[in-house]
């Protein structure tokens, strides 16, 4: 499985942006995918995930209420929509996938493919 972000950017504090990450290759065998981030301060932090079977979705609880994970099926594609974003978001974002079952989403060990990482900025 090879996957591809996009969407980053800089925006200012509570505005809103939307990342996109599709997959290729053997996507049939795709349990998951999730997003992590990147600061200086923390290497990977887990922010959403989803079931890519059933839907079921996975949140840090500081972004659940901000940032909806969605997917589509058809396109291969994982969405991360950004809401009233704050400075402290921050971070590389990047995709990841896992193809086995484990019933653990949060930890970037549990991933076996990961995309290249895209660049969000948020100004206060």
């Known amino acids: 499985v090879q996957l591809q972000a996009s969407g980053g950017g800089w925006v200012q504090a509570g505005g809103s942006l939307r990342l996109s990450c599709a997959a290729s290759?053997?996507?049939?065998?795709?349990?998951?995918m999730g997003w992590f981030r990147r600061t200086p301060e923390k290497d990977r932090e887990f922010v959403a995930a989803?079931?890519?079977?059933?839907?079921?979705?996975y949140y840090l609880d500081s972004v659940e209420d901000r940032f909806p994970i969605s997917r589509d099926k058809g396109k291969n594609t994982v969405y991360l929509q950004m809401n009233n974003l704050k400075p402290e978001d921050t971070a590389v974002y990047y995709c990841?996938?896992?193809?086995?079952?484990?019933?653990?989403?949060?930890?970037?060990?549990?991933?076996?493919?990961w995309g290249q990482g895209t660049l969000v900025t948020v100004s206060s």
């Open positions: 989803i079931n890519w079977s059933d839907g079921i979705n």
């Open positions: 290759g053997r996507t049939f065998n795709m349990y998951a």
């Open positions: 990841a996938a896992k193809t086995f079952y484990s019933g653990r989403y949060v930890d970037a060990y549990e991933y076996d493919m």
